[in-house]
Nanobody, 127 residues
Framework: EVQLVESGGGLVQAGASLRLSCAAS????????IGWFRQAPGKEREGVSC????????YYANSVKGRFTISSDNAKNTVYLQMNSLKPEDTAVYYC????????????????????WGLGTQVAVSS
């Protein structure tokens, strides 16, 4: 059984940094992409960033390019999202998610292909 467990959320001021972690378990191979979605109150869930476990390629939403960095520690089966220069509009519940395909772009751009979700971790950025 696949499980995704997020940690690292919190309340910070604008301009600060946070690092989210997603501990993944239950995968039997590397044929998947994994990453992060977020959902702000009253808004649809949106893809933030994904990384392919097969080749390490990454994809970022335009809104976070240059500020967020996704990485994977394969030995620990953990994916990280380093978030720098946080803005109030980054406030949301952040969900770890895994796609059953290997492409990072599809993972972040097409939530209908996500097959596993974590329970989420809250990130709040004050102005």
């Amino acid at each position: 059984e696949v499980q995704l467990v997020e940690s690292g959320g919190g309340l910070v001021q604008a301009g600060a940094s946070l690092r989210l972690s997603c501990a993944a378990s239950g995968f039997t191979n590397d044929d998947y992409a994994i990453g992060w979605f977020r959902q702000a109150p009253g808004k649809e869930r949106e893809g933030v960033s994904c990384i392919s476990r097969r080749d390490g390629s990454t994809y970022y939403a335009n809104s976070v390019k240059g500020r967020f960095t996704i990485s994977s520690d394969n030995a620990k089966n953990t994916v990280y999202l380093q978030m720098n220069s946080l803005k109030p509009e980054d406030t949301a519940v952040y969900y770890c998610a895994a796609d059953d395909g290997v492409g990072a772009e599809r993972c972040a751009g097409a939530p209908e292909y996500i097959v596993f979700w974590g329970l989420g971790t809250q990130v709040a950025v004050s102005s």
